[in-house]
């Protein structure tokens, strides 16, 4: 790699496997962001960069590619190109969105999302896209950077597991989450069809089959069963 480029050479994104791209997408990348200039290569399809980004520097990146939409994460500034998701996870993640939605319509307790950018920390910057959330009542209202990111930690997060997501991957991800003071994150597995419950300090629990997803401690009356999540 050139000058410039050598301390990420060995560097693995935490979260998940990154999108990789081709010199068509490489064309596209802007040579200037909002934090200065900035230089690019590709290494066998991986995007790297010649210093870290800022969430502010996303704004100044393409969302359209050659090859296809792309969303963005920042790993410690370290820029992961994402691929948007498929149609089951994508269908899971709107009926666990829907439903933590509705409860919290219904009893006040706090307000839900989907696909929204979450500012885990910063200096360098950590920017996560969960699939879907909860903030409880307390933290309201939610307090966002200038980009549009919430900074406002979620209490609960829910990730759905991609075919190509290695669980060693989505096991940092989840310590992420939990260092930054998420009390609950869910994954939901469509080639398991379970949905594991991560709490720090705690066992992991793991809800299958027939089960009904519960959350006393952040969602207290909320019940979800499984069957209704993995559908398909």
């Known amino acids: 790699m050139a000058a410039g480029f050598s301390e990420f050479e060995a560097w693995t994104p935490a979260?998940?496997?990154?999108?990789?791209?081709?010199?068509?997408?490489?064309?596209?990348?802007?040579?200037?962001?909002?934090?200065?200039?900035?230089?690019?290569?590709?290494?066998?399809?991986?995007?790297?960069?010649?210093?870290?980004?800022?969430?502010?520097?996303?704004?100044g990146l393409p969302t359209e590619l050659p090859t296809g939409p792309v969303e963005y994460e920042l790993d410690n500034g370290r820029?992961?190109?994402?691929?948007?998701?498929?149609y089951p996870h994508g269908n899971i993640q709107l009926r666990i969105g829907s439903r933590l939605l509705a409860y919290?319509?219904?009893?006040?307790?706090?307000?839900?999302?989907?696909?929204t950018g979450v500012l885990l920390w910063q200096d360098?910057?950590?920017?996560?896209?969960?699939?879907?959330?909860?903030?409880?009542?307390a933290k309201l209202p939610a307090k966002t950077n200038n980009s549009g990111y919430l900074e406002t930690i979620p209490d609960l997060v829910v990730e759905v597991r991609s075919k190509n997501d290695d669980p060693?991957?989505?096991?940092?991800?989840?310590?992420?989450?939990?260092?930054a003071g998420v009390q609950v994150v869910w994954v939901a597995d469509p080639s398991d069809r379970t949905v594991s419950v991560h709490r720090?300090?705690?066992?992991?629990?793991?809800f299958r089959g027939?089960?009904?997803?519960?959350c006393e401690d952040v969602l207290p009356g909320f019940r979800l069963p499984l069957a209704t999540v993995f559908a398909l």
Not at 173 to 179: G, N, P, S
Request: hydrophobic share 45%; proline share 9%.
């Open 200 to 206: 720090a300090g705690r066992d992991v629990e793991t």
């Open 168 to 179: 060693s991957m989505i096991a940092a991800k989840v310590a992420d989450y939990l260092k």
């Open 124 to 137: 360098p910057d950590r920017l996560v896209g969960p699939d879907a959330m909860f903030i409880a009542a």
């Open 15 to 59: 979260a998940f496997a990154p999108r990789l791209l081709t010199v068509e997408d490489f064309a596209l990348l802007p040579d200037e962001l909002p934090s200065g200039p900035i230089r690019y290569e590709l290494d066998n399809g991986r995007l790297v960069t010649d210093r870290l980004l800022t969430v502010d520097d996303l704004a």
């Open 210 to 214: 027939d089960d009904v997803l519960t």
């Open 104 to 115: 919290a319509e219904s009893t006040g307790t706090g307000e839900a999302s989907v696909e």
């Open 79 to 86: 820029l992961v190109p994402m691929s948007p998701p498929g």
